[in-house]
Nanobody, 126 residues
Framework: EVQLVESGGGLVQAGGSLRLSCAASGFTLDDYAIHWFRQAPGKEREGVSC????????YYADSVKGRFTISGVDAKNTVYLQMDSLKPEDTAVYYC???????????????????WGQGTQVTVSS
């Protein structure tokens, strides 16, 4: 079955850390840019970070720059989002999405994504 599965969410105190995983099955992430999004209740979906497997370019939204780190694809066909110094405003459902890169980088930017994960809840308490 072709799918993306996020994991690693949970409840953490402000200032803490979480590492989210985006694992692919049925296809290799080496051919895709991986984008992380989040959506808090009552708010629009926000692009958080992305990584290109064409040029290894990584992008971060200003709201997370310096606190979040996205990895490249590892041997487990997984991309990680390391989240440090978490704030209550980081509370949201986090999603990963994959877009085929073909010949060029697709990070950053907005695209028609080929695959989406189901989301993982991150809750940061004050």
């Amino acid at each position: 079955e072709v799918q993306l599965v996020e994991s690693g969410g949970g409840l953490v105190q402000a200032g803490g850390s979480l590492r989210l995983s985006c694992a692919a099955s049925g296809f290799t992430l080496d051919d895709y840019a991986i984008h992380w999004f989040r959506q808090a209740p009552g708010k629009e979906r926000e692009g958080v970070s992305c990584v290109s497997n064409r040029d290894n370019n990584a992008y971060y939204a200003d709201s997370v720059k310096g606190r979040f780190t996205i990895s490249g694809v590892d041997a487990k066909n997984t991309v990680y989002l390391q989240m440090d110094s978490l704030k209550p405003e980081d509370t949201a459902v986090y999603y990963c999405a994959a877009v085929s890169e073909g010949w060029g980088s697709r990070c950053p930017g907005k695209y028609e994504y080929d695959y989406w994960g189901q989301g993982t809840q991150v809750t940061v308490s004050s």
